[in-house]
C-alpha cells in the first residue's frame, strides 16, 4: 500500500478525559476488534489499567477505515498514558506520529496536561485536531471551552471536533479529519532502513516484540537487522502489524507501524528510542531519539523475607522487560537486609510496580520512604549523589545539600488562588506569576523543591480547590537548601529505612507528627516498642506501643480444628507482610508514614 | 507367638445440640429441646455410626465424650435405648474415657445413677461461675447454689472424675469474686477443671450486645491477672497445668479425650456440626465437618446422603500450622525428634535456625528436646505461633 493511504496518529489528553473511550468508539466503529472481543477500555491490557481507569503503557493497534472518498486507509493509533508520571511514556509515542487527537473534557475544560501534552505535539511538530469530548453531559459547558481551545490552539471553531465517545457523536467526523487534516507519512522505501523503536514488550515465547515505526526503507523476515545503540545483530522471525494481536505481513514499509521479532531475549538490546537498520546495508546516521529518562523518585524495595530476595529480583527484572522506565539496583539495609533501591517516573508508578510485584509476583514487600536524589557538596571539594537518605554522609563533612527543583503550573478556578498561594508557600514554593486564562481560570507558575510536590501536594490541591485544580511540571535544575536527616530509632537503634531528609525548619514538627504516627501503624506487640524521632544525636520527639497482652484462643475443643488454624493463617499472613527489626516487627506502612503525617 | 500390629487409637464424639435455652456468648450450635426430634435425631446418629462400624473396628477407642448443647436435658429412657443402641455397633471398652456433659440443674440422683449404669466414668459439669450475677449476665440458666447441690451430688454418688468448666473476663467481674469462684472450685474434689477467657463470637448476642455498647468488656490487663493468678491459685494446690486453657489434679486425670485432640490422634464425630479426623491408609489426613441443621442432618442420614458440608486433606503446610498450634498449647510443648519424625529434616532445620530469635526473646523455651511456650507467655500464645508459622 501507497504512503499516501497511511495515517499515524496518537491521542492525548489530561487523565480521565475520555481517551480510552475514544480509541474505543474508533476502534468500534471501523469494526477493528471483533464484537465478542470488544469491552471497555480494549486497549488497556493489563487489570491494573482496567481497575483504575488508566492508561500505563502506551499501546498501538492499525485500523483499517473505508473513507468517504471511497479509498480505504490504514490508521495507526498509538495510545498514549495521560498521568504526569508518564509523560516519558507519551513522548515516546508521538516520535512515530504525524498527527494528534488533542481531547479536552468539556465538562472539565483545559488542565494541566492539556498543555504539557500540547507543548509534547508541538516540540515533534505534529498536526493537531482539537477534539471536544463529553459533550453530553450536563456539567459540560462545549461553548465556553470550546472557545477556550480555539484560542489556545488558534483555530476557527469550525476545526473544533465536538464528541461524546458514550453516546458514538463525531466519531466519523474524527476518522475523516484524521484523512483529511493529519498528512500521510513522509518516506521512501527505497532509502535505507531506518525503523524507530517506541516500545518493546517481553513475550516468554517469542522474546522481546518491538513496537515499531519504519520511517525509511522496509524491512522483512530473514533480514539481519543492527540495532545503533548496541551495534547487535538480529535475523528478524517475523513482521507484522497489530491488532489486538500480532498479525504477520510481508513487510513492514517505510511509514508503517507495526511490530518486529527477531529472538532477542534481553530487552536491554532492543532499547526503547534506539534506530533500527539492515545490518549488511545500514544507514549512516540513527534518528533523533530520546533523551534519556531520569527517574524521580526512589524508594528501596525488600522483600519482608530475605529469602525471597532472589525472587524479587527475578520480578523486577520481569517488570523492566515490559517497562523501561524501571530503574533497579542491589542495595542492602541494616535494618532490612538485602533489597533494591528502585527509582520510578513518579509516585503512580512506583504505586503500580508496587502493586503489580504483589499481585502479579506474589511478593510480600517493604517499600521504604520515597525520595527524590539529592546532590551533595563535601567540604573536600567534591560532589556525590544520593539516592537514599541513609546515605547522606556525616553532616561535618558536608559544604551544601542541593535538590532538585521544578517548575510547576496549576489550572485552577480564581476563587481557589488564597488557597493555592498559600499551599505553594508552606510547600517551600515560590510564586512567579498568574495568567487568566479567561475571566474564572487562572493559570498559576511557580517554582519548588521537587519533594514538596511530587508525594502528596496534588491531593493537597484537591482538596483546597474541591477538586478544581491541576498540576504539572518539570524538573529544571539542583539548587541548594537547609536540608537535615530525619533518624527514626525503634528501640533505640536507628532504622535506616526510615530516614529522611527534609527541610531544618519542618524538622521538629515533623518528627513529632511522625512519632505518633508511628504509634498509630506499628501494632501492639510481643514487646514494648519505643519510638523516637532524632536529628544527628538531637532526639526530638518519642513515643511508645504498649506490649501484647492477650492473643490466645481460649476455646479450643470439640475436634472443630479448621476454623481456628484458618484464624492462625490470617494472623500468619499479616506477620508475613512485616518485616522484622531487630524483635520489631514492622509494617509495611510504617515505612511509608511520613507520606500520610500533616506535612505543613 | 503370633505378633498382632497394635491398633491405632481413636476418640468419639457425640454432638447433642439440644439446649433448654441458648447462652448468651455461646457460638455452639443449639437449638430448643423438642422431644419428637430428640428421637429422630438419636436414630439418625446411631445409623451414622453405623456407616463407621467397621472403620471404628480396625482401632482402639479410647473416648467416647458427649457434648453439646446439654446432654443432660435428654430424658433417661431415652438416653439409655441410645448408648445400648450404639453399643452394638462398637465396643467401647471399660478403661476407655466416657464423659457426658451436664448441666447443674438438670442433673438428678437418678441421671447420675443411670449414667453410671451405661458406663459413663467422667462427667463434666458447666459450672462457669459461683456468682449469680455472673451467671445471669452469661445467660446460664442455673444458679450458684444449683451448682453447689450438683457437685455435692456428685460427690455421693462416687464418681470419681468430675470436671467443671469456668469462665473469667466478664463484664464487671470483680477480682475478688474470681478469687471466690475458683475458691469454691476445690471444694468440691473436681479432678479436672477448664478454664476459659470469655469470647465474644460473632453471631452470639453476646457479641450483638457488645457492638450495640450495652457493656464494656474487661481489659486486658485485668484479664491477664486473672489467668495468671488462677494458674497459680490451682498450682499451689496441687493442680497439673497440662494445657493452656485445662487443669488435672494428676496426669491420670488429663482429659484422654481432648489431649487426643491436641496429640494429632484420630476422632470421628457423630451429628449435626460434629468434627472428624482421620489419617487413611494412604497417609492422607482427612477432616471434615457435619452440616449444622439438626432437620437437614436427619434429612441426609434418612436419604442415604452425606451428611459432611466440608472435608478437606489437609497438605503438608496445613498439617504443620495444626501440629504447632494444637501441641503449643500443651505445656510441655512437643519433641523435636517428633517433629523430625513428622515433617522431615529440611523443616526440621528451618525451624532451628529460626529458634534462635525466639528462645533469646522468651518467646519459647527448650528443655529436654522439648519445645514449649513459656508459662509467662502463655497469654500470647497465639502471637507467638503465628510468628513462628510467619517464618516457616
Known sequence: ?600 | MKEYPEKKELGLYIHIPFCERKCRYCSFYSIPYDERLVLEYCDSIVEEIRLHKNTIKKYKLISLYIGGGTPSVIPLNILTEFIVRIKKNINILNKSEFTIEVNPNTLTERKIKTYRELGVNRISVGVQSFNDTELKFLGRIHTASQAVDCLKRLIKSGIDNVSIDLIYGIPEQKLENWANTIREAISYNVKHISVYNLSYDKGTKLFEDLTKNKFKKVNFIKEEFMFFFMLAFFKEKGFLHYEISSLAKSEKYRSKHNLNYWQDGEYLGFGASAHSYLIDNKNCHQRWGNISNVDKYIDRIKNNESPKCFAETLNNDELLREYLMLRLRLIEGFSLREFDRIFGAEIKRKLISKLDFFIDNCLLQESGGMLSIPNNRLFVSNEIIALLLSKL
Open chain 1, 1 to 600: 500500500m501507497h504512503t499516501a493511504r497511511i495515517r499515524n496518529f496518537s491521542i492525548i489528553a489530561h487523565i480521565d478525559h475520555g481517551k480510552s473511550t475514544l480509541a474505543d468508539r474508533l476502534l468500534e466503529y471501523t469494526h477493528t476488534v471483533p464484537d465478542r472481543r470488544m469491552e471497555e477500555q480494549v486497549l488497556d491490557s493489563m487489570d491494573l489499567e482496567r481497575e483504575r481507569g488508566i492508561t500505563i503503557k502506551s499501546h498501538a493497534i492499525r485500523i483499517d477505515y473505508n473513507a468517504k472518498d471511497g479509498k480505504s486507509y490504514i490508521l495507526n493509533l498509538i495510545d498514549t498514558p495521560g498521568h504526569v508520571d508518564f509523560t516519558y511514556e507519551v513522548s515516546r509515542s508521538l516520535a512515530a506520529c504525524e498527527g494528534v487527537l488533542l481531547l479536552v473534557d468539556a465538562s472539565q475544560g483545559i488542565e494541566a496536561q492539556t498543555i504539557s501534552n500540547l507543548y509534547l505535539a508541538l516540540e515533534a511538530n505534529l498536526t493537531i485536531i482539537p477534539v471536544l469530548t463529553k459533550i453530553d453531559l450536563p456539567a459540560s459547558n462545549t461553548s465556553l471551552v470550546g472557545e477556550e481551545l480555539c484560542e489556545l490552539l488558534d483555530v476557527l471553531p469550525d476545526e473544533l471536533i465536538l464528541t461524546s465517545a458514550k453516546e458514538g457523536i463525531g466519531t466519523e467526523e474524527i476518522l475523516e479529519s484524521i484523512i483529511s487534516r493529519i498528512p500521510p507519512p513522509v518516506a521512501d522505501d527505497n532509502d535505507k532502513l531506518r525503523a524507530l523503536i517506541f516500545d518493546s514488550m517481553y513475550n516468554t515465547y517469542r522474546g522481546v516484540i518491538i513496537y515499531t515505526r519504519v520511517f525509511e526503507g522496509s524491512v522483512k523476515a530473514g533480514d539481519i537487522i543492527k540495532f545503533f545503540t548496541s551495534g547487535n545483530r538480529y535475523e528478524v522471525d517475523e513482521v507484522g502489524y497489530l491488532r489486538l494481536d500480532f498479525i504477520p505481513a510481508k513487510d513492514l514499509q517505510a511509514g508503517e507501524v507495526g511490530y518486529i521479532i527477531a529472538n532477542i531475549k534481553r530487552i536491554e538490546d532492543a532499547k526503547v528510542g534506539d534506530t533500527i537498520t539492515q545490518a549488511e546495508d545500514p544507514a549512516t546516521k540513527p534518528l533523533p531519539g530520546y533523551r534519556d529518562f531520569k527517574p524521580m523518585v526512589y524508594s528501596g524495595l525488600y522483600p519482608t523475607d530475605n529469602d525471597d530476595f532472589e525472587d524479587l529480583r527475578d520480578a523486577l527484572s520481569k517488570l523492566k522487560l515490559n517497562d523501561a522506565s524501571l530503574f533497579f539496583e542491589p542495595e542492602t539495609s541494616v535494618a532490612l537486609g538485602f533489597g533494591f533501591r528502585c527509582g520510578f517516573l513518579g509516585m503512580l508508578h512506583l504505586d503500580i510496580i508496587k502493586e503489580r510485584l504483589s499481585r502479579e509476583y506474589g511478593m510480600n514487600l517493604i517499600a521504604t520512604v520515597p525520595n527524590v536524589e539529592y546532590r551533595v557538596d563535601l567540604k573536600t571539594g567534591e560532589e556525590i549523589t544520593i539516592d537514599n537518605p541513609s546515605m547522606l554522609p556525616d553532616p561535618v563533612r558536608i559544604d551544601a545539600i542541593e535538590e532538585p527543583f521544578v517548575e510547576a503550573e496549576i489550572i485552577t478556578d480564581n476563587e481557589f488562588i488564597g488557597n493555592v498561594m498559600q499551599l505553594i508557600m508552606q510547600r517551600r514554593g515560590e510564586y512567579k506569576t498568574t495568567e487568566y486564562i479567561d475571566p474564572a481560570k487562572v493559570m498559576i507558575y511557580f517554582t519548588a523543591p521537587l519533594s514538596e510536590i511530587i508525594f502528596d501536594f496534588f491531593d493537597k490541591l484537591k482538596s483546597i480547590t474541591k477538586g478544581y485544580a491541576s498540576l504539572d511540571y518539570k524538573f529544571t535544575g539542583y539548587k541548594p537548601s537547609d536540608l537535615v536527616k530525619l533518624d527514626i530509632l525503634i528501640n533505640d537503634d536507628p532504622v535506616d529505612a526510615l530516614s529522611s531528609i527534609i527541610h531544618r525548619d519542618k524538622s521538629y514538627l515533623w518528627g513529632q507528627r511522625l512519632c505518633s504516627k508511628l504509634r498509630e501503624l506499628i501494632p501492639r506487640q510481643l514487646f514494648e516498642v519505643k519510638i523516637q524521632a532524632a536529628i544527628g544525636a538531637r532526639v526530638v520527639s518519642k513515643s511508645k506501643v504498649h506490649a501484647l497482652r492477650k492473643n490466645v484462643t481460649a476455646k479450643c475443643y470439640g475436634g472443630d480444628i479448621t476454623r481456628k488454624r484458618k484464624l492462625l493463617e490470617q494472623q500468619k499472613e499479616g506477620k508475613k507482610k512485616m518485616k522484622q527489626v531487630g524483635n520489631v516487627s514492622l509494617p509495611q506502612e510504617a515505612f511509608f508514614a511520613i507520606l500520610e503525617i500533616e506535612k505543613v
